[in-house]
């Protein structure tokens, strides 16, 4: 009776040492963080924000300071984790990693600074404030130049413009020069385009876009080369001072010629493109522009546009621009120019 009574007990012990054992290892396996805060004077600093962030997982776990400036944030797995305190009046305070263990207490104290809350400049995507007036959204620029030689009485004008509004998910911009030229031993030229590009932001990075493109070019022979597209695209890069963009999409080219006996062509593009604008020269602005259009009704055509602006800055909002442009044509008409490129420096005034 004694023996059955022994393994009666025995075995009532060993379930219970096995309903408690999943318990002790659940306790095992978390770890935790506490702390508090305080202010210059060092006394607690109440209903501050404390984010905790798994530095491997990216997860975060939130806390709130209590009347002492005291806070806690259990049921961590081990890792590195960083924190992040914020509270009102005083500069953000970041801890970049806090090493937490299974069954252990971390203790990490934070004595902020006055000041406002600060935020790292890598989190920053774009800057870009919008007036509440219409009108207010609108930047211009326009320039001038004009050359002479008196060897061969050559004279060149260049005139230029451009228009840009923007507000909190669009940006249109317009883009207008003129170039004429002419010498006593040859024909008078002239160029001309006329370019808008339309941008609807999705996001911070990506965008739809429309786009209408006139050129008219003597040396191209073109009277008026149209070509209207839409697509897309993504800003690789993207600040208040400096971006990178590519796009790509579908365009109709309708070409008319100055020449009456070349048929009017029309044709259907594809179209990639790329811009990069920086502010980061110190004493210029650069905008360069590149698109590439293979045709999809002409065998073994394309076409490629390119301009570079240089702008060095002026006191108050004069500069002068350095440009250069680019148009290539791999299959003109018989006897026409693959070729319309050329520079030219300019004197203007942006507001």
Partial sequence: MVGKSIWVIAVVLCLVCMSATPS?????????????????????????????????????????????????????????????????????????????????????????????VTITLAEISTIQPFERSFWSRFETAVDFGYSMTQANHAKQLTLGANLLYRDANKLDTVLANVFKSSQSNAPETQRWDLGNDFRYLLGDRWYANTSQDFLNSDEQGLDLRTTIGGGGGRYLLRSSSQYLAVGGGLAWTREDYTDPLIETKDSGE??????????????????????????????????????????????????????????????????????????????????
């Fill in 24 to 116: 002790a290892h659940a306790q095992a396996v978390y770890g935790s963080i506490t702390g508090s805060v305080t202010d210059p004077q060092g006394s607690g600093v109440p209903g501050a924000k404390v984010v905790v962030t798994n530095v491997t997982k990216g997860t975060t776990e939130e806390a709130t300071t209590n009347e002492s400036g005291n806070y806690t944030v259990t049921h961590l797995i081990p890792d590195a984790y960083k924190i992040r305190i914020e509270a009102p009046g005083f500069k953000a305070y970041e801890i970049p990693s806090v090493r937490v263990g299974a069954d252990t207490a971390v203790r990490a104290d934070a004595q902020l600074q006055v000041g406002a």
């Fill in 270 to 351: 594809a179209y990639i493109g790329t811009e990069f604008m920086t502010e980061k020269l110190k004493i210029a602005d650069l905008v360069t522009r590149f698109n590439y259009y293979p045709s999809l009704t002409i065998d073994n055509r394309y076409r490629i546009n390119y301009t570079f602006d240089l702008d060095f800055n002026l006191p108050g909002d004069w500069y002068i621009r350095v440009s250069l442009f680019e148009n290539y044509d791999s299959k003109p008409p018989g006897g026409l120019s693959n070729n319309d490129y050329g520079w030219s420096n300019a004197f203007g005034f942006k507001f």
